[in-house]
């Protein structure tokens, strides 16, 4: 039994022979039954017909226009410019002369190129795009920053700066395009290979060069579409394209984790993003969109994988992240110059931001309920709606069935990362602090901020440094000895906040306590820091999305009163409150972005069936890899193993 169980064993005095669900009712609705439907038509047919109440998927325009007027007579719409499409790039080996040996042979990448990626942002016609495809309802996007939502005026603007126009220039595309094809095939170790034919298609080795490009099929009237008018402008500027038309399961697993890129199994993958919540600020979807350290780029920051890399993009996106900057100008510089480089490399290009439509059944609902402005429908919506008998029922949309590509893994980077995993996730975990839906700034709800303060300044080497002195006796937890420690004297922190709780239960009835805080901070610092090669409470994919901000907590200290005052590392002299939420502390442990309310010993139960083995044999990880399994509670089998540690931890408990 590691140390870290045996802490919380005794942290924590629970009994855990039986599991009994809290019979208390929660907001509004008593029940909420979620399915599935596969065909957006009739999902709507449905919804306007009271055989579901809500339909939580934006529909794009098209597809609300088709609809009869009887039809749209039954529904309440909810509109907001919530989705966005982009296109991702494949740069390996990102250097020249661009070629890599896949499967004995070698290979030309023209993504390889950055002044090739580049030209993508003049070859396509983006209001092309948003008039055919989208049907008007729509606009031209240049970056991560949806059209609408707060504080991203500033970042919209610098799509002038590089020329960027809704109607791009296809001429000027194809002439930058040949130009760095030209330059590529002169150099010295791609004489004689790379050669563009009387055809007008660019060979390499006698072998068209060609784009592998994955395609989103089970989006017939959307991303299909941009797909096949992408490949005809590919082809156009000598571009051999190979169609990959799969699935968003099969096209997800593959892009985002699923395949090392120096496998050269996908070139371009046609994207789509929810914009997850309603925003005021946006460094941090810079940090996600554009910077390797995030782990959203190509190779995902998966260990053994070939890594897009670009430091000066990850230095200056983990400064503005973390709040290493005095002042709002400077905050400012930062965020800017991330996505001014992330436009430069151009591995991921941003094409247009839907308006998507939502819908609910007029008649079943007693009134309208809250929703994001940015994100549209979200936890809040499901937790406001009133139905007539406290009885909701939501219907999610996954074409070809495959509704859960991702794991319902509470821990890794990949679990509940798609929409429809979140959206039952978001309901059934209270945040400490959460963006409005309305304003997008950081509002209380379990931990309640009752003093905030930050000092910084600059010291002699011009560093942004803390002035705040943290108290000896505050305490923080040690992977190395697996104990939380004092931090001793002489430390200093940038802010400091003061918290009061409003603690609940957890699903099987047990109360949150202080001591679920300090579980799931120890958890964080375990699997987020690496002890030596063979630390088996380390994964990469993890560390790389929850260090930088892990590294900012110098201390917490625990008053008689629950309260407890945390002393970090964050500076934003634009928000208080995002100070606050900052340093809030929770119960998730997860990497995905979605916070994900477990409970301590399901956690543990995992981490053990991964580093001491499981009773089925099965090897098990956070992360997705086909050489092991991701942990998953959603899975019969998972379970059955999750159930045999717990019955392991009871013994060692009982003893």
């Known amino acids: 039994m590691s140390k870290r169980l045996t802490l919380v064993l005794l942290l924590v005095s629970m009994v855990m022979a039986s599991f009994t669900f809290a019979v208390e009712k929660g907001p509004i609705s008593d029940i909420v039954y979620f399915n599935v439907r596969m065909k957006e ?6 919804t306007a017909e009271g055989m579901t109440d809500i339909f939580m998927y934006g529909v794009p325009g098209p597809v609300i226009f088709g ?10 719409l909810y509109t907001v410019p919530s989705g966005s499409w982009s296109l991702l790039m494949n740069p390996v080996p990102n250097q020249a002369p661009y070629t890599l040996e896949v499967a004995g042979k070698e290979v030309f ?9 580049f030209a993508m942002n003049f070859l396509i016609n983006r209001q092309f ?3 055919e495809i989208l049907g008007g309802a729509g606009f031209p996007a240049f970056t991560m920053a949806t059209e609408g939502q707060p504080g991203t005026y500033k970042y919209n603007l610098l799509a002038t700066k590089f020329g960027f126009t809704a109607e791009g220039n296809e001429t000027l595309a194809i002439e930058e395009i040949t130009k760095a094809m030209q330059a590529a095939a002169e150099l010295p170790a791609n004489a004689g290979k790379l050669v563009k034919k009387a055809d007008g298609f660019w060979y390499f080795n006698n072998e068209p060069v060609t784009i592998k490009f994955i395609i989103r099929v089970d989006d017939p009237n959307g991303r299909l579409r941009l797909g096949e008018y992408v490949s005809n402008q590919l082809e156009k500027a000598g571009l051999k394209v190979e169609k990959l038309l799969w699935d968003r399961s099969k096209a997800g697993t593959t892009v985002y984790g699923g395949s090392d890129p120096k496998d050269l199994v996908w070139q371009m993958y046609t994207e789509g993003w929810g914009a997850g919540a309603t925003r005021a600020f946006w460094e941090h979807i810079v940090a996600q969109m554009y910077a390797p350290w995030y782990g959203y780029m190509p190779g995902n920051q998966t260990e053994g994988y070939w890594n897009y890399v670009q430091d000066e993009i990850d230095e200056v996106t983990m400064k503005a992240y973390t709040g290493n900057f005095l002042t709002e100008d400077e905050y400012w510089e930062l965020a800017l110059r991330g996505l001014e480089l992330g436009l430069e490399e151009a591995v991921r290009i941003y094409v247009v931001n839907q308006q998507d439509f939502f819908t609910a059944n007029a008649a079943r609902l007693v009134d309208r309920f809250a929703y994001g402005l940015g994100d549209g429908l979200n936890g809040w919506s499901i937790k406001t709606a009133k139905t007539q008998d406290g009885v909701l029922f939501v219907t999610l949309f996954s074409a070809m069935g495959s509704l859960f590509m991702d794991a319902w893994d509470p821990i890794g980077t990949d679990g509940f990362s798609s929409t429809y995993s979140s959206a039952i996730a978001e309901n059934l975990y209270d945040p400490a602090m959460f963006e409005s839906p309305a304003s997008a700034i950081q509002t209380p709800l379990r931990a309640i901020p009752i003093e905030v303060d930050t000092k910084v300044r600059r010291d002699e080497e011009g560093n942004v440094v803390g002035d705040f002195d943290v108290p000896a006796n505050a305490i ?6 697996e104990k939380w420690v004092e931090v001793g004297e002489g430390h200093k922190s940038m802010s400091m906040a003061t918290y009061e709780f409003k603690f609940g239960n957890f699903h099987h009835g047990q109360p949150t306590t202080i001591a679920d805080f300090l579980y799931a901070q120890g958890f964080l610092n375990e699997w987020a820091n690496k002890e030596g090669d063979d630390d088996p409470l380390y994964e990469q994919g993890y560390s790389s999305k929850l260090k930088e901000q892990q590294d900012t907590l110098i201390g917490w200290v625990i008053h008689p009163d629950d309260t407890i005052t945390v002393y970090f590392n964050y500076n934003f002299p634009a928000s208080k409150e995002r100070v606050a939420g900052w340093g809030a502390p929770g119960i998730s442990v997860s990497a995905s972005g979605q916070p994900v309310g477990c409970a301590w010993e399901i956690i543990e139960a995992l981490a053990l069936m991964i580093t001491e083995g499981s009773q089925s044999g099965t090897t098990y990880a956070i992360t997705r890899d086909p050489a092991v399994t991701e942990v998953d509670v959603l899975s019969p089998s998972c379970v059955k193993d999750i159930a045999a540690k717990l019955k392991e931890m009871m013994t060692v408990s009982n003893k």
């Open 67 to 76: 609809l009869d007027q009887a039809t749209r007579d039954k529904l309440d």
């Open 109 to 117: 990448n023209a993504f390889a190129i950055k002044e090739v990626r």
């Open 129 to 131: 795009v948003t008039d």
């Open 41 to 46: 038509e009739i999902a709507l047919k449905d």
């Open 476 to 481: 923080n937890y040690d992977p190395v000895s």
